[in-house]
């Protein structure tokens, strides 16, 4: 219980700092979102209108002193650039992108958990060095690249998959995943490439425990010492990565969401800094924070699942 | 000895020869090694650290590194175990050879069941799953666990170090095997747990008659335990007996050295202070002359040429130019 | 005594000459001339043709996709600024007035338009037959409500400054609305484009409601706006030919290409460079837009202050390198801060005041006192890859004179507020987009403009602009506002490079686009080809 409170303690904190810091770049950085959102062309009884519907009329720590109050009030503000709760656009992104994280994480581990087992087994024979080549050749592929590269092969030759977009589940699974296995793909042939390295390493580092002469010892078969003894060993530190990998997706990509024009985490978080949206932007960075310690928990969780020596400490 | 050669011998190494491949160079780390254990026999094989004892073991279990080179016999059931293949020696071991470990914190797959890990041995050799249960509840119960079906489920990190050794020994004898190697065994444990452990040994020798080659730095522990013993010294044996026989009467200056240097039983781990020097490591050791020459007290001329071949001196087998009768001290 | 202009009927504006203007006290104008805002504007696209949709058999209704490269600033028209979402959201309102791609002002919601002798009463005459997309009709009512509410009658905030002229509004019927003036201003009736929205209806915001010939139907933020055809739409000519308008909302400009290659985009808003990837398979539009990008100098800045150093810069500058080398050619060599597009108000007699002549620039900058030169740092905004690209090659340009420049990549926010806002820059470059009133263009170097981030100060100018601001003779305005670009050109308030054109790629099929001296994609002009 102790320990919980003292994650909720930290969680509060961080969030402080991050919020005040954040606060304290957008003072210094130049940029007024009423004329960012209205242009050149704005004219000034627009922009004050603008200006007194944002609430920018009061003084800027005033302002951050209001958003704290709601903040514990559950209340994030509006946005200034969509005149909309920020909770509620952050709600909508989320589910995009939490799409986005679920489907590439899925393939994320498809590939690179099978991929990663084969290597680490046949990593002395010869058909070894050319994927081993092609997953370190795909790690240094920029996801915008490979992104390029997957619309160009399935969306402009074969034309069989959109290149972009977003449809919510609700409108059925199918037209969901269609828009989604690009993107995901591009995040997942980086990610996997990273997993299968991992899961090389790791079953590798696993292999001279000691525990692996035990089980060699009573004649327990190549095979078996791998599936029995070395996959679940290996995958402890992997849950690190694919929890690192979930907060990374769902803090927003910003570079596949705009290559895809998916209107997810990413998307919001560079319109919210390009047009200076300050409530938004404070919106985002709790999230983010909550992302971010919600994953290290739940990576926690896992672990103390899979490891007994966590669970019965 | 007329009744002992009629005992089988349940493994017997000879001339065996263990290179290793490290940076396309050769080192030896075994020479022309020959020892072997009789049907329910203890054996121990002693020396210091980095003498090759463990390598030994390992190549006895076919669990040699994988870039080591072996060339000699290791025979048992008329057979060549050095020509055994994999799936060959995967049916060997756990069920004729079993090997326990130094560590056995680390041993023990930290995720699986204990009584699991314990049964594995049974069920990789044929048994179905309940027997493999009942058979390893029984092995528990022999070595001496408590409340075993409760330990049955718990993970190695809830047992203590003893306990775990139980447990490893408990799972190396589930098959009845007719050889224990054990590799120093209670090096990692408490000096009070270890005189249990190597009691526990004992009496498993002798309830069950596994014939165990004990694995020892520690000449004080084997000299209650074994009947036999084999000295071990940079990758050679220079001395094996029985144990009344050597101790009464050590005659290489290495083993003279080794007894000399007993430890006091409560003092654990005590440095050989009587012999100075180290072994040599693998980069050091010469190819000609005795490998003990360095740190002899009491060498010849002729051991830094050459060194000297087994000699049975009345069924006590030493390899020290010291008792040719011919050479001079130097 | 008083004489009418009078608005006259659609069927009549296939002339081609528009006519609604206020005929001042010159006798010799004649009812249809004068006021028009008439352009001579190529286009390569084709005009409408309203018969081909109609034979295709299939029930399938046409869609058109197309994209657009930022978010809406806001649905409710009142509250926008920004031209992209004009440039869609024009298809859905309508003023009492309107634009036709030539850029004169047509009727829209009023049939006619009378304009008293001293230019403070107008009188609009409205159509009887329009719906707003929610089935009200549409009444002088929903004109007054407006109105107050643009200039700010009705106690609240006025909508937009412009509109400050405006005493009072009144309908003496349902279909008559008189605007009373404070005072006459020329610029009034180009204002009366304003959108009319309807009496009473409180959600513009969220799913606004006007009289035009599509419909909004949902906006997801992030990802698309979506429109319908308005089937009942008052006005056949102008009805429109698909059935329904997806605009997508991308940033990416490869995403662009990529999504045009694999027939998810039927119309595209594409550069130059990319525009010949997509070259052989798609129709290319090509055409100027009325823009004005310039290389804005800070007339308060220490070197920039001396006229001279300016006009050094002007001859310093080629623009057909800047033409060819970010354009591909495709843009039109401008010399004052006015496009040919605007015919009418364009002074032509400009091109030959700065002919690049390294030699003249130099001496000027002897005569200045900055032979040695000195350091001048240009301020771009990232996001206008074309503006930061014309930034190089003025640096090359200006090294020729000794002037080193260095180059500042600033986003588009700090841009906003730094140099527009502030002046706190030395040069920048820059684009504006058209303007359908030529106040609207050349009112940003007035000196009390509120966004004046020239600091150029001209008694002379700030004079001459509030005239024609109030000059009610068509032929004097024209020339007060060609004697402002000569001013601006001969101070060398900037380098006005060039007009870049608008580039769509369509698909081969897609015929119909037509290009505006403002950013309007005009849906009704769109149509298939069998």
């Known amino acids: 219980m102790r320990y919980y409170a003292r994650r909720i303690l930290g969680f509060i904190v961080t969030i402080f700092l991050v919020s005040v810091f954040t606060f304290a770049i957008f003072q210094i950085l130049p940029g007024d979102p009423a004329t960012v959102i209205l242009g050149v062309d704005a004219d000034p009884a627009q922009l004050e209108a603008l200006r007194a519907s944002m609430g920018m009329d009061k003084p800027m720590v005033e302002r951050y002193l209001d958003w704290v109050a709601g903040l514990f009030q559950g209340d994030m503000g509006t946005s200034y650039k969509y005149q909309q709760p920020v909770a509620q656009l952050i709600q909508e992104s989320f589910k995009v992108t939490a799409s986005l994280a679920f489907v590439s994480i899925i393939l994320t581990v498809l590939i690179g958990l099978p991929v990663g087992i084969w290597l680490a087994k046949n990593s002395r024979k010869p058909v070894a060095t050319p994927v081993s080549m092609l997953s370190q050749i795909s790690l240094s592929i920029p996801a915008f690249c490979m992104s390029i590269f997957l619309i160009y092969i399935f969306c402009v030759k074969l034309q069989i998959l959109p290149s972009f977009g977003y449809t919510p589940l609700n409108k059925g699974v199918g037209k969901w995943l269609k828009n989604l296995i690009l993107p995901s793909m591009a995040i997942a042939l980086g990610s996997s ?17 000691d525990y692996i002469k035990t089980a060699k010892s009573k004649g327990v078969s190549m095979t078996n010492i ?75 969780m896992l672990y103390s699942v899979i490891d007994p020596r966590i669970r019965l400490k | 000895m007329i009744q002992a050669e009629k005992k089988k011998r349940v493994i017997d190494i000879k001339n065996l020869d263990m290179k290793l491949k490290i940076e396309n160079d050769f080192y030896n780390v075994i020479n022309e090694v020959s020892l072997y254990v009789e049907e329910g026999e203890m054996v121990a094989l002693v020396g210091e650290s980095g003498c090759g004892k463990s390598m030994t073991a390992k190549a006895a279990i076919g669990l040699q590194p994988e870039n080591s080179v072996l060339t000699g016999r290791i025979e048992t059931d008329n057979e060549n175990l050095l020509e055994y293949s994999e799936k060959e020696w995967e049916k060997r071991r756990g069920k004729e050879t079993a090997m326990i470990f130094q560590e056995p914190m680390t041993a023990l797959n930290p995720l699986i069941h204990i009584g699991k890990q314990i049964a594995e041995n049974a069920r990789t050799h044929g048994a179905d799953k309940n ?35 139980r447990a490893m020994i408990a799972m190396a004898l589930i098959n009845n095997p007719e050889l224990l190697i054990a590799d120093e065994p209670t090096t990692a444990l408490d000096v009070t747990i270890q005189a249990q452990i190597m009691e526990l040994l ?70 050989l202070v009587s012999i100075p020097g180290t072994v040599p490591s693998l980069a050091e050791r010469k190819q000609e002359g005795c490998p003990f020459y360095d740190r002899c007290e009491r060498r010849l001329e002729v051991c830094q040429k050459k060194a000297c071949e087994m000699q049975d001196v009345n069924g006590h087998m030493i390899a020290c130019h010291l008792y040719t009768g011919t050479q001079k001290e130097v | 005594m008083k004489k009418l202009c009078v608005i006259l009927t659609m069927a009549m504006m296939l002339t081609g000459l528009a006519a609604c203007s206020n005929a001042g006290a010159e006798s010799a104008a004649t009812d249809t001339v004068a006021a028009t805002q008439s352009v001579e504007k190529e286009s390569a696209a084709e005009s409408t043709a309203t018969e081909s949709t109609a034979e295709t058999e299939s029930t399938e209704p046409t869609v058109v996709r197309m994209n657009i490269s930022s978010e809406p600033d806001s649905l409710d028209p009142w509250q926008s600024a920004a031209s992209d979402t004009s440039a869609i959201f024009d298809n859905v309102f309508e003023g009492l007035m309107s634009y036709n791609s030539e850029g004169e002002i047509v009727p829209g919601l009023a049939e006619s338009c009378d304009i008293s002798e001293d230019g403070l009463t107008y009188t609009f005459k409205l159509r009887e037959n329009v719906t707003f997309h929610n089935g009200q009709p549409f009444t002088s009512k929903d004109a007054v409500y407006s109105y107050n509410h643009l200039a700010g009658l009705d106690g609240e905030e006025a909508v937009s400054s412009k509109f400050a002229g405006v005493e ?121 837009q009325n823009m004005v990008q310039i290389f804005a100098l800070n007339n308060t800045y220490e070197p920039l202050s001396n ?38 108000y364009y002074n032509d007699e400009l091109s030959d005041v700065y002919t690049t002549d390294i030699e003249k620039a130099k001496s000027l900058m002897e005569e200045a006192g900055y032979a040695d030169g000195f350091d001048l740092v240009i301020k771009v905004p990232g996001n206008y890859q074309a503006h930061v690209d014309t930034a190089q090659i003025l640096m090359a340009q200006l090294s020729q004179i000794n002037i080193n420049v260095s180059i500042e990549t600033i986003e588009w926010a700090t841009w906003l507020e730094d140099v527009y806002a502030n002046a706190n820059y030395q040069g920048t470059v820059i684009g504006f987009t ?22 150029y100060n001209n008694p002379e100018y700030d004079a001459l602009i509030d005239a024609a601001a109030v000059e009610m003779d068509d032929e004097k305005r024209i020339e007060m506002y060609k004697e402002c670009q000569k001013i601006i050109t001969e101070d060398a308030v900037g380098v006005y490079i060039c007009d870049p054109n608008l580039t769509m790629a369509a698909k081969k099929e897609l015929k119909g686009y037509t290009f505006y001296p403002v950013t309007f994609h005009d849906f009704t002009k ?3 080809e069998k």
């Open chain 1, 193 to 209: 490439a990273a997993l299968i390295r991992y899961i090389y390493t790791s079953i590798n580092a696993q292999m001279k425990e």
């Open chain 1, 226 to 300: 791998l599936n029995k003894h070395v996959l679940r060993n290996s995958l402890i530190p992997v849950i690190t990565i694919l929890g690192m990998l979930v907060s990374d997706i769902l803090g927003g990509s910003i570079i596949i969401e705009n290559v895809f024009s998916f209107p997810g985490i990413g998307k919001l978080l560079s319109v919210s800094i390009s047009s200076r949206d300050f409530p938004l932007i404070q919106g985002l960075v709790v999230y983010m924070a909550g992302i971010v310690v919600l994953c290290n928990f739940l990576v926690d």
């Open chain 2, 131 to 165: 027997e493999a249960k009942q058979r390893a509840l029984e092995m528990m119960k022999m070595v001496g666990l408590p409340d075993v079906e409760r330990l049955y489920r718990n993970f190695p990190c809830q047992l203590s170090g003893g306990m775990r050794q």
């Open chain 2, 202 to 271: 004992k009496e498993m020798n002798e309830k069950t008659g596994t014939a165990v080659l004990l694995i020892s730095h520690d000449l004080g522990v084997v000299r209650n335990m074994c009947s036999r013993l084999y000295v071990m010294y940079a990758g050679h044996i220079v001395e094996s007996g029985s144990i009344d026989e050597v101790f009464e009467n050590p005659m290489h200056p290495y083993t003279r050295g080794l007894i000399l240097s007993v430890p006091d039983v409560t003092k654990r781990e005590q440095e």
């Open chain 3, 168 to 288: 009072s509004v009144e309908a003496p019927d349902d279909y008559t609305f008189v605007i009373h003036m404070k005072e006459a201003s020329a610029s009034f009736l180009a204002l009366t484009i304003a959108d009319v929205l309807p009496e009473g209806y409180e959600d513009q915001a969220t799913s606004p409601i006007g009289t035009g010939p599509y419909k909004f139907v949902e906006y997801v933020p992030g990802q698309r706006v979506v429109f319908e055809k308005k089937n009942d739409y008052y006005n056949e000519e102008k009805m429109g030919q698909i059935d329904r308008v997806e605009v997508y909302i991308m940033t990416d400009a490869s995403a662009i290409v990529s999504a045009m290659m694999s027939d998810q985009l039927d119309l595209a808003n594409v550069s130059v460079e990319n525009a010949q990837i997509l070259g052989d398979d798609f129709d290319i539009y090509n055409s100027p």
């Open chain 3, 307 to 344: 006229v001279k150093v300016r006009q050094a810069i002007n001859y310093a500058v080629n623009k057909q390198e800047i033409i060819q080398g970010v354009f591909d050619g495709y843009a039109t060599e401008l010399y004052s801060n006015f496009s040919p597009v605007m015919s009418v």
């Open chain 3, 434 to 455: 058209g303007k359908l009133d030529p106040n609207d263009v050349l009112v940003r170097f007035k000196s009390t403009y509120a966004k004046n981030f020239t600091k």
């Open chain 3, 526 to 528: 769109l149509y298939y």
